[in-house]
T-cell receptor, first 110, second 117 residues
């Protein structure tokens, strides 16, 4: 069982709508949590990174939250655009190791 | 443009071939990484180099052989691969020490799509 579970596996929304992606982890001890965006045929691009003491971090229309007590993170996308169609990957670090989620595939339709 | 380039972008090879993947970073970073991304599976870290020295090898089969001649270039030499090695191979670089769990951001290249027949 992967130590980083993302849900949903895939999601389709209409342009302009908001959505929230989930990441639950069992990694311990926790160092930091990243969200990456990966466009089709491209490498991942970092969106946010949060350490233990941070519970929210924004990057434009992307807002990540972290609850280290429940070991949950979410990525909220506001006013979605067609260009938001991509895979979103949650990565949790423990010490000198990184654990990757399998990603959520988001499709934004006009 | 992330400043990390990879060549070739696509590669098809037979199981008896020998080929190499190349990665170059133009960001002045000290650490470079190879990842494997298979369909619908999480990214797998394969190798980490910091200041041209290998610091991490996650039990990767010996048919994958990395080489880091300087801090800007990273190669992945392939020989006698298996069909299950077909995947997207991603290279990344970061500014700092190459400590995998640290807070320095990794910048990824576009990847090489490898198909093993």
């Amino acid at each position: 069982k992967n130590q980083v579970e993302q849900s949903p596996q895939s999601l389709i929304i209409l342009e302009g709508k908001n959505c929230t992606l989930q990441c639950n982890y069992t990694v311990s001890p926790f160092s930091n949590l990243r969200w990456y965006k990966q466009d089709t045929g491209r490498g991942p691009v970092s969106l946010t990174i949060m350490t233990f003491s941070e519970n929210t971090k924004s990057n434009g229309r992307y807002t990540a939250t972290l609850d280290a007590d429940t070991k949950q993170s979410s990525l909220h996308i506001t006013a979605s655009q067609l260009s938001d169609s991509a895979s979103y990957i949650c990565v949790v670090s423990e010490g000198n190791d990184m654990r990757f989620g399998a990603g959520t595939r988001l499709t934004v339709k006009p | 443009e992330t400043g990390v380039t990879q060549t070739p972008r696509h590669l098809v090879m037979g199981m008896t071939n020998k080929k190499s993947l190349k990665c170059e970073q133009h960001l002045g970073h000290n650490a470079m990484y190879w990842y494997k991304q298979s369909a619908k599976k999480p990214l797998e870290l394969m190798f980490v180099y910091s200041l041209e020295e290998r610091v991490e090898n996650n039990s990767v089969p010996s048919r994958f052989s990395p080489e880091c001649p300087n801090s800007s270039h990273l190669f992945l030499h392939l020989h006698t691969l298996q069909p299950e090695d077909s995947a997207l191979y991603l290279c990344a670089s970061s500014q700092a020490s190459g400590r995998v769990g640290g807070t320095d951001t990794q910048y990824f290249g576009p990847g090489t799509r490898l198909t093993v027949l």
